[in-house]
């Protein structure tokens, strides 16, 4: 099967049993980009109306967090109510969430809209990942995962045309629209694409884990709420509250019958936990871009919420781009290529860092694109190790742990930009010293994630070459 899968290329997926399945699951991947990259080109024109720059990242915080929540339920709630259902579910609470959004007389609002939303994206996209596990041959899965990144492609001129068209006209409400009209399309086309209740196993569904999920969005209250405190003290407190209730998470997951994350999660000894180090350490470091860039480029360099939502999704392009053309990989270039990518990451970034503040806005584009390519050509083979290096009885656990750990990733890092952020004195719509500085530093300080990237990568390799 391998063998044939390698030989066909991507004509492998374009099985007839396999083309509705694949619509709903790009269908998905299309709408959560857009949304994102939607988001990013209008947020600066939702603080200029509602005020709340101190809240700059909380929308995006807010959505990661409740992703996060709905990911470690998802595989209970298709086993309680099936995949199409749970799908389906997922999607409509999305365009519920954009509707509240639309609506918000304050920043608050917004949060409490992208907190909704979170939930339905992270329903979605985990059980998309167990559908992908359940219905693929792992010989196809990195180009099935490829593939679903290559839905990004539309999405980097949907989101941001349709959020800087609405922004540039001065209704972003309008953009939030958009989004729930899209949500209830794809709801329909999923409910008449995916298998049937009938025709889908089912299994008694555990209890949801309360406390666990409770630990982590302690954990990512406490990093965001540190990132608005003034005192010192306080901020160290709030990210020590943060690390110790995640450790505790882990440890309690790891004794739990009913375990969020694969039993060897974040183990330094199986490809598995190693490579779900990998996932949630590239997360962290891609995450700053979507949430302050596109006001350093707006207020340094004067540019319009298009133009800047446009910059900023280049990096989009540039992982699909980059997952697409490398999927098909094999022998040690994965390895190879996990390696380089975290490496360009973390130049991306430092080039970021020190051209913002001052240097002519295309010297920026490569190095935006630079840092997309990074997570591109490495995220279909950090899936791949995840799912198949998973223990026997962990398999679909370790499925639905990819978009899980992601949106961890995703959530902290988004948490630290914003500590880093308002350290540095960044102000809205005020190009003063403190916005240069924080041009500077939120790119630069992570690097260090990017780093810790590269030696987890060198670490993922041994293993291989172990085996």
């Known amino acids: 099967m391998l063998q044939d899968s390698a030989r066909e290329g991507w004509r492998s997926l374009l099985k007839r049993e396999w083309i509705p399945t694949l619509a709903v699951l790009l269908g998905g991947v299309l709408l959560q980009s857009m949304n994102v990259l939607m988001l990013t080109t209008v947020l600066p024109s939702i603080v200029g109306e509602l005020g709340g720059v101190a809240m700059l990242s909380w929308p995006t915080t807010a959505f990661l967090a409740s992703s996060i929540v709905a990911a470690s339920c998802a595989g209970m ?33 917004v949060v409490a809209g992208r907190l909704i939303q979170g939930f339905g994206g992270g329903l979605e996209v985990a059980v998309a990942y167990v559908v992908v596990r359940g219905t693929f041959p792992e010989a196809v899965w990195s180009r099935t995962i490829a593939l679903m990144s290559g839905s990004w492609s539309m999405s980097v001129l949907v989101g941001p045309l349709v959020g800087g068209m609405f922004a540039r006209f001065g209704n972003w409400r309008g953009a939030f629209d958009a989004t729930a009209v899209t949500a209830g399309i794809l709801a329909i086309a999923a409910f008449f694409s995916l298998p049937s209740p009938a025709s889908a196993r089912r299994t008694p569904a555990p209890r949801v884990p309360a406390g666990r999920v409770a630990l982590i969005c302690v954990a990512i209250a406490g990093t965001s709420s540190a990132s608005i405190v003034e005192q010192p003290l306080s901020k160290v407190g709030l990210i020590a509250v943060a690390t110790v209730a995640l450790v505790a998470m882990l440890r309690l997951d790891r004794v739990a019958s009913a375990p969020l994350l694969p ?205």
């Open 77 to 109: 709630l298709a086993a309680a109510i099936g995949a199409r259902a749970a799908y389906c579910l997922g999607v409509t609470t999305f365009g519920l969430g954009a509707l509240l959004c639309s609506l918000a007389p304050t920043m608050g609002w």
């Open 263 to 467: 039993s060897d999660s974040f183990s330094l000894r199986t490809p598995t936990g190693v490579g779900l180090w990998l996932a949630l350490l590239l997360s962290v470091t891609y995450s700053p871009l979507q949430i302050y860039v596109p006001i350093f480029l707006q207020h340094l360099h004067g540019l319009d919420p298009l133009a800047a939502g446009f910059i900023v999704a280049s990096a989009s392009l540039g992982w699909t781009a980059a997952s697409l053309v490398t999927a098909g990989a094999s022998g040690p270039w994965p390895d190879r290529l996990m390696l380089a990518g975290s490496a360009m990451m973390g130049v991306g970034l430092m080039a970021i860092g020190l051209l913002m503040p001052h240097a002519a806005t295309v010297l920026l584009v490569p190095a935006i694109v630079l840092l997309g390519i990074g997570i591109g050509q490495c995220w279909p083979f950090v899936a791949q190790r995840v799912m198949g290096g998973a223990k026997a009885g962990d398999e679909t656990v370790a499925a639905a742990s990819v978009p899980t750990v992601q949106q961890m990733g995703f959530a902290l890092g988004a948490a630290l930009a914003g500590l880093v952020a308002n350290a540095s004195g960044l102000a809205a719509g005020i190009a003063d010293e403190g916005m240069i500085r924080a041009a500077f530093w939120v790119p630069a300080s992570f690097v260090v994630p990017a780093a810790a990237a590269f030696l987890v990568s060198l670490r993922l390799r041994h293993l291989r070459e172990q085996a």
